[in-house]
T-cell receptor
Framework: NAGVTQTPKFQVLKTGQSMTLQCAQD?????MYWYRQDPGMGLRLIYY???????DKGEVPNGYNVSRLNKREFSLRLESAAPSQTSVYFC???????????FGQGTRLTVV | DAKTTQPPSMDCAEGRAANLPCNHS???????VYWYRQIHSQGPQYIIH???NNETNEMASLIITEDRKSSTLILPHATLRDTAVYYC??????????FGKGTRLSVIA
């Protein structure tokens, strides 16, 4: 029973490089989310997808793009990484928007 | 969604009840109170939620005041593994969860 799976778990990028963070859920959930958490801070919402085929900006969308590939998968892309994007990234899913959310274990990204 | 206020940190002796308060004086009639916790650097974990009535599950109890302007999360017998940051979130479900800074609970042996 995997729940929400994020890959990779760790990544180091050079400034200007691009990469895609992958997220997949096996709970048949409609809604999926991407958050970032900087050291000592709370989680901030980057983008979310209320249902397959829709995506919306959260609090801190600049520098990111997302794709809801299908109902299971929601990816986050950094087109040109910057040191300010060094953070832990969490993906989450919920059956619908107003039900409990389940979180992945995070991707720890360092941009040097 | 309504804003919440939580103390930044609390201590609790192991085996005692941990009572974590949350103020949400601007809560609307259709907004729920949700509690999550984050242990060390793991992903947040759902604990419990409620609308008006008190709720209990295998992890915790949630007490909501009659005017719904505040609530208390109760961990009945805290263990060292309950050391975490606890987030109280009020939302209606029309927009995603927005996390504040939470309360850092330290359970002490």
């Amino acid at each position: 029973n995997a729940g929400v799976t994020q890959t990779p778990k760790f990544q180091v990028l050079k400034t200007g490089q691009s990469m895609t963070l992958q997220c997949a859920q096996d709970m048949n959930h409609n809604s999926m989310y991407w958050y970032r958490q900087d050291p000592g801070m709370g989680l901030r919402l980057i983008y979310y997808s209320a249902s397959e085929g829709t995506t919306d900006k959260g609090e801190v969308p600049n520098g990111y793009n997302v794709s809801r590939l299908n109902k299971r998968e929601f990816s986050l892309r950094l087109e040109s990484a910057a040191p300010s994007q060094t953070s832990v990234y969490f993906c989450a899913s919920s059956a619908v928007m107003n039900t409990e959310a389940f979180f992945g274990q995070g991707t720890r990204l360092t941009v040097v | 969604d309504a804003k919440t206020t939580q103390p930044p940190s609390m201590d609790c002796a192991e085996g005692r009840a941990a009572n974590l308060p949350c103020n949400h004086s601007t809560i609307s009639g259709n907004e729920y109170v949700y509690w999550y916790r984050q242990i060390h650097s793991q992903g947040p974990q759902y604990i419990i939620h409620g609308l008006k009535n008190n709720e209990t599950n295998e992890m915790a109890s949630l007490i909501i005041t009659e005017d719904r302007k505040s609530s208390t999360l109760i961990l009945p017998h805290a263990t060292l593994r309950d050391t975490a940051v606890y987030y109280c979130i009020v939302f209606s479900g029309n927009t995603p969860l927005v996390f504040g800074k939470g309360t850092r609970l330290s359970v002490i042996a």
